[in-house]
């Protein structure tokens, strides 16, 4: 299941950054469009935050995403490999554009996943269902972690604003939530 899927991303022997964007929609579960034309410009590591601009939001509004030590160790190390060009996932034919759309499931598909399987956009999914189900989080944290506005416009202003603590926390939790998950299984048999 899940887990199994951690565990083969984490020995995904691709090119790095294909490794590192598997890993961090793992970790940070955003739409996989915002993530594979994320630019350099967008990441605060030193503040441990990604900042989405509204031109490439599904709601056309910024977002802003708490980044946990696992993704920002990512960041930083793809940086070391691609920090001189503007994007974080440029493409092998040409740095100026990103990774395909399709690069990911590909990726997953060479991992032995079908589309029924995986997908890089059901990391959403995934996400919100198991940070729901924890019962640790406001789901109203979660929708707004996930970039999801509600139709009260009223509510929307309000909402915009809060719940960073809370999901500074949670992504601190959601990070460590994987890693344990992935961890290989210890048989206590030997």
């Known amino acids: 299941a899940f887990d199994g899927l951690l565990r083969a991303i984490w020995g995904y022997e691709g090119q790095p950054e294909t490794a590192a964007a598997l890993r961090l929609m793992a970790y940070l579960y955003p739409?996989?469009?915002e993530l594979r034309q994320a630019e350099w410009a967008e990441f605060d590591l030193d503040s441990a935050e990604w900042t989405i601009p509204a031109t490439r939001t599904k709601m056309r509004r910024t977002h802003r995403k708490p980044?946990?030590?696992?993704?920002?160790?990512?960041?930083?190390?793809?940086?070391?490999?691609?920090?001189?060009?503007?994007?974080?996932?440029?493409s092998v034919r040409s740095r100026l554009r990103p990774i395909s759309e399709n690069t990911l499931n590909a990726a997953l598909r060479r991992l032995g996943y079908s589309t029924d399987e995986a997908t890089s956009h059901g990391f959403r999914a995934s996400a919100s269902s198991l940070l729901n189900e924890s019962g640790k989080w406001p789901p109203d944290a979660i929708e707004a972690e996930l970039g999801h506005v509600g139709a009260d416009e009223v509510r929307r202003a309000y909402h915009r604003a809060t719940y960073w603590d809370t999901r500074v926390e949670m992504a601190v939790w959601w990070?460590?939530?994987?890693?344990?998950?992935?961890?290989?299984a210890v048989d206590i048999f030997g």
């Open 31 to 33: 739409r996989p469009g």
């Open 67 to 90: 980044l946990p030590s696992q993704a920002v160790t990512i960041l930083r190390e793809l940086h070391r490999l691609n920090g001189d060009g503007r994007l974080v996932f440029p």
């Open 175 to 184: 990070a460590d939530e994987i890693d344990r998950l992935r961890a290989p």
